[in-house]
């Protein structure tokens, strides 16, 4: 295995390749270790033989549940594949070029991926390492307006090994150098000279190779650095911390950053993760077990022994869950080697929170993670919080608060029905987003306070976009509400001879093939065609029937009249009539966009 994710409803996603025959594979566990059978029907998925490899696979979550992953794969045509996945497993066949992934070639032998990662409009970031960097729509379309035609070489470091984004979009990127770098970019793949003034922040060491192996943004923008740097003999870790304009924090270790122990050969350190806890305490799990140290980089002596803490059990991936364990992944090998088993494992952190922040219900989130209401085409959405205070005290001075609104008035909160939590109670709160012209993204801060020492105020970045009825439409089959790629207005993503602007015209299905919208029917004298639309789709497009006596036309709308059959609010039907002439006759109808 080589990636462990964890979805919002706790169900933990394993991802790595199959022993011996190196198939991409992906196992999806429920929160109590049990195999979950609902995913792709057994509980695994396989990419095609011909992926198959022994390189590393990464992957990441969208904000709608669906799951890009990543490979590469050297030799003469050396190329780094996506894939991306609905959340039940099933491929996603409006995905890249090939019904479901993108192969694209790159110079050189590659040997990992850093990435994908993604920037908050949904675009995919990803390098096969060493390099160059590119970008993809959410659909999996090459985004040509990302650095040189959609990719980004010649950079410093000229080995990429991660890449982490920040809540601005800026990307961040690390590597191997002879001293501890990392280079920022931004949004748009240029370097961001507002970092360390050249774009590239550089901590001097030893003068020895460093590779930084992880990246966290943290949500006051100050950016956690774990690195390897080698020594003489053997190799040591590397913990630093920058400030938001590339200098060193010196509020950590007095110098901006900390050298530990050696960690021993790179079977040791090459599993390395490290965590940030809502606390602020850093948390790095390796091959041997556990570090933590306090958010001044000092050792946390009340962890384990003197800060460290030692297991049998193989760790190779971890995530820090909301409610305070930390889940770890690796594997052991079995049969003299020739085959190994996952395990999966629960560590008691010390963190007991004293509130929980649900949303929706049963699902934790994590102080400071982000929360996306979606595109909203027209009215508003609400989502419904759920404050619980699992610890043994009264959580008090609970309020809501909305701060940083781009829109001032778009994001509206509910108080809490309590202001006072005893141990074991909860309560809710609704955050309802309306938002009204112009088009485009939406942010705002919910803060919410209580007199929890660890989590007051509990931050939630909140995005939203105001889009038009296609946007989401868009997003809903395609992934991406760019007017590019699979989901074009003038794509025909099924093949069944209507363009996706006709089938979002008339509410049909652009992933499955059907027949035409629309009845014809000749009542005598009389031709009616009927028809449905989304009632939304009027602030966009323009419906006119037309008739001819011949395919070939001319087509003329005169002597036709049209009709509101029904209208629920959300999809009317209507009937365009029309004298029948003698002969044959025609009647189409034309979709243009306002």
Known sequence: MTNMLVQSDGKILIIGRTSPDLLMAMYRFLPDGSPDITFNGSGAVFAPLEFASDNGVNGVLQSDGRIVLGEVRPGAEA????FRYFPNGSIDGGFGTFGGYTVTTVPGSPYGLAGPVLQPDGKIVVAATPGPLFRFHAHGAPDLTFGNAGSVSGITPAVITVLAVQNDGKVLVGGERTSLEVLRLNPDGTPDTTFANTGRASIAL????????????????RILIWAANRLTVGTREVIARLLPDGTPDTSFNGTG????????????????????????????VRGSGFTRLLSDGSSDTGFGTNGNSQTTLPLY?????????????????????STYDLVLAHYQSGLVPGMVVEEPAGT???????????????GSRTKVFTLRNPGSNPLTGISVSLTAQSHPGEFVSTQPGAATLAPGAQTTFAVTFTPSAPLGPRTA????????????????????TRATGTQAWRVTYFGSA?????????????????????????GSHPLQSSPPAGQLVNNGGTLTFTWSRPAAALTELVYQPEAAVAPGGPWSKADITTTVLSDNGVTQTVQATTAAAGGRKFVRLRVTRL
């Open 79 to 82: 190329s780094f594949s996506l």
């Open 206 to 221: 030893n003068g020895n190779p460093t590779t930084v192996g992880g990246l966290i943004p943290m949500s006051d923008g």
């Open 257 to 284: 950053w900390k050298a530990g122990a050696s960690v021993g050969p790179s079977s040791d350190y090459s599993s390395a993760r490290m965590l940030l806890q809502p606390d602020g305490r850093i948390l790095l």
């Open 317 to 337: 991936s971890a995530a820090l869950l909301p409610a305070g364990p930390i889940l770890t992944a690796g594997q052991r090998f079995t049969n003299g080697g």
């Open 364 to 378: 934790p989130l994590s102080n400071g993670a982000s929360l996306d209401f979606g595109l909203v085409a027209a």
């Open 445 to 464: 801060t919910l803060n919410i306070a209580s007199s929890d020492v660890t989590n007051n105020p509990f931050v939630i970045p909140l995005t939203g």
């Open 482 to 506: 760019d007017n590019s790629g699979p989901g074009a207005d003038l794509n025909d993503f099924d093949h069944d001879g209507t363009v996706n602007l006709m089938e979002y015209a008339t």
